[in-house]
């Protein structure tokens, strides 16, 4: 399968600042990928589509202004969590669509990166 | 409201033995589901995807049924081993186009030698 990298893997910040997490398809071209927060012990929560070239779409309750999302090229999107607070402190983790069959498609998903806000 | 849900209780079996998750959804009318592994801090795996013209489907040990009438789909692992240990989650596509997945809280197995 297709090959999805993030980095950092762990950030920890102070409260106030921003971090950037970048996730890359290292094999294929994805001109659409997903951000996703997980909580612990808690599912997957979609956060907002990145499109290569274009805004990304924000699920309904996520702050836009608060998650910058940048997909500059067809193998990167990045993820800016701006003055971020403890209770942003969770498990981010990206996906890439790979080849799509009919109405389908498969994800890759990415490692994930764990944020802790002090 | 739209839910999907996954048995949140963990299940514990034999190596050997078969295990079996279910995922039943509410409201959607889904084209397709999928399902994943995850295991503790890493980011899902995709294992299978079943469309809903589709009852079964097989990948080695894996087995997804798909029922839209009971709205239910079943995963079994034949021959469990314990490297199966993990969090298994099923999946939708909301939109049933462009991939928003919607995730069912997972099921985490555990499989004893």
């Known amino acids: 399968g297709a090959v999805v990298s993030q980095h950092p893997s762990r950030v920890i910040c102070k409260s106030g600042t921003s971090v950037k997490i970048e996730c890359r398809s290292l094999?294929?071209?994805?001109?659409?990928m997903f951000w996703y927060r997980q909580f612990p012990k808690q599912s997957l929560m979609l956060m907002a589509t990145?499109?290569?070239?274009?805004?990304?779409?924000?699920e309904q309750g996520v702050e836009k202004d608060k998650f910058l999302i940048n997909h500059a090229s067809l193998t990167l999107s990045t993820l800016t969590v701006t003055s971020a607070h403890p209770e942003d402190s969770s498990f981010y983790i990206c996906?890439?669509?790979?080849?799509?069959?009919?109405?389908?498609?498969?994800?890759?998903f990415g490692p994930g990166t764990r944020l802790t806000v002090t | 409201s739209q839910k999907i849900e996954q048995n949140s209780e963990a299940l514990n079996i034999q190596e050997g033995k078969t295990a079996t998750l279910t995922c039943n959804y509410t409201?959607?009318?889904?084209?397709?589901l999928q399902w994943y592994r995850q295991d503790p801090g890493r980011g899902p795996v995709f294992l299978l995807l079943?469309?809903?013209?589709?009852k079964e489907k097989r990948k080695e040990r894996l087995k997804v049924t798909f029922d839209t009438t009971l709205k239910q789909s079943l995963f079994h692992i034949t021959a469990s081993q314990p490297a199966d240990s993990a969090t298994y989650l099923c999946?939708?596509?909301?939109?049933?186009?462009?991939?928003?997945?919607?995730f069912g809280q997972g099921t985490e197995l555990s499989v004893k030698p």
């Open positions: 996906s890439a669509a790979g080849t799509a069959e009919g109405s389908s498609y498969e994800q890759y």
């Open positions: 094999d294929f071209q994805a001109t659409t």
């Open positions: 990145s499109n290569e070239g274009s805004k990304a779409t924000y």
């Open positions: 409201n959607y009318s889904p084209a397709y």
């Open positions: 079943i469309r809903e013209n589709e």
């Open positions: 999946a939708l596509d909301r939109d049933n186009q462009g991939g928003k997945l919607i």
